[in-house]
C-alpha cells in the first residue's frame, strides 16, 4: 500500500529529523521517513507497512563500529 496521509496527524508521530533508535523511535520509509515513538506494533499506522527499528547501515562506517575500535587501542 502506499502512504494515506494521515501519519503525521497520528498521536505517536514526531516531528524530529535526528533519528535516535536507542530511545525507541521507528521510521516508515513509505511514508517519507515518517517518525514514530511509543508504538508498541512494528507495523506503520497509515500504510501498514514495517518499521525500520534499526540504522540502515553497519559495519566501518557506523559509530558503534568506530567507538569499539578506538577503545581497543
Excluded at 521507528?26 to 525500520?52: E, Q, W
Amino acid at each position: 500500500m502506499s502512504c494515506r496521509s494521515f501519519c503525521k496527524t497520528h498521536p505517536n508521530y514526531v516531528p524530529v529529523k535526528k533519528i535516535d533508535y536507542s530511545k525507541g523511535m521507528k521510521v516508515c520509509i513509505t511514508c517519507d521517513r515518517a517518525i514514530f515513538m511509543g508504538l508498541k506494533d512494528y507495523h506503520c499506522p497509515c500504510c501498514n507497512k514495517s518499521l525500520r527499528t534499526k540504522p540502515q547501515y553497519y559495519g566501518e562506517n557506523s559509530k558503534a563500529a568506530r567507538e569499539s575500535t578506538l577503545r581497543r587501542y
